[in-house]
């Protein structure tokens, strides 16, 4: 079974610009969570989707949304990038919304904000 | 709030070598408890996970028990490799917070031959 999928692997934008990521998660899997990873900031939880429903949201201010499609494919969204958004962003998938599921990872989109 | 205190690194050892990799968590609820791997250029990878009270997780020779008493979830193994450098990520899911994992700040290991 394919793995977790992201694209684009790598991506470079200036500061002002917007940029849409992109997350197909394993066959059958409904819930999607997305992560921003950074060397100051660790692993932070941005938010997570279920039934085309946003069920959680980190703090993170209102330029970062998503939004899941019908066939649990997902994508992120950051508007006016800023320096700081530099990071890379986890994508990550499991087969139900709920308590202790084991969440599966995809390699992840690094973002360049220059 | 809840949140994960692990050992900083790098922790670098000699192959053959014992490793233990400290972790402890605070959570307002009982949480499920993880530990992930990143090898280099990749995503996270789960290497085990325990779900309640004196579970032991284990895989690939690492062993991780769950300790309600000292909210703790230390990762073990006997024996590591070169093979098994990589960054270590302690993680706990809340009951209350659906998929969420509130994760540690890593802890890298280097094996040299």
């Known amino acids: 079974k394919a793995g977790v999928t992201q694209t684009p692997r790598y991506l470079i934008k200036t500061r002002g610009q917007q940029v849409t990521l992109s997350c197909s998660p394993i066959?059958?899997?409904?819930?999607v969570s997305w992560y921003q990873q950074t060397p100051g900031q660790g692993l932070q939880f941005l938010f997570e989707?279920?039934?085309?429903?946003q069920r959680n949201k980190g703090n993170f201010p209102g330029r970062f949304s998503g939004r899941q499609f019908s066939n649990s494919r997902s994508e992120m969204n950051v508007s006016t990038l800023e320096l700081g958004d530099s990071a890379l962003y986890l994508c990550?998938?499991?087969?139900?919304w709920g308590f202790g599921e084991t969440q599966y990872f995809g390699p992840g989109t690094r973002l360049l904000v220059l | 709030g809840n949140s994960v205190t692990q050992m900083e690194g790098p922790v670098t050892l000699s192959e053959e070598a014992f490793l233990t990799i400290n972790c402890t968590y605070t959570?307002?609820?009982?949480?499920?408890l993880f530990w992930y791997v990143q090898y280099p250029g990749e995503g996270l990878q789960l290497l085990l996970k325990?779900?309640?009270?004196?579970d032991k997780g284990s895989n690939k020779g690492f062993e991780a028990t769950y300790r309600k008493e000292t909210t703790s979830f230390h990762l073990e193994k006997g024996s590591v490799q070169v093979s098994d450098s990589a960054v270590y990520f302690c993680?706990?899911?809340?009951?209350?917070?659906?998929?969420?994992?509130?994760f540690g700040g890593g802890t890298r290991l280097m094996v040299k031959p």
């Open positions: 990550a998938s499991s087969p139900r």
């Open positions: 959570a307002t609820g009982y949480p499920s």
């Open positions: 325990a779900t309640k009270a004196d």
């Open positions: 993680a706990l899911s809340d009951p209350q917070a659906g998929n969420m994992l509130t």
């Open positions: 066959s059958g899997h409904r819930s």
């Open positions: 989707y279920f039934s085309e429903t």
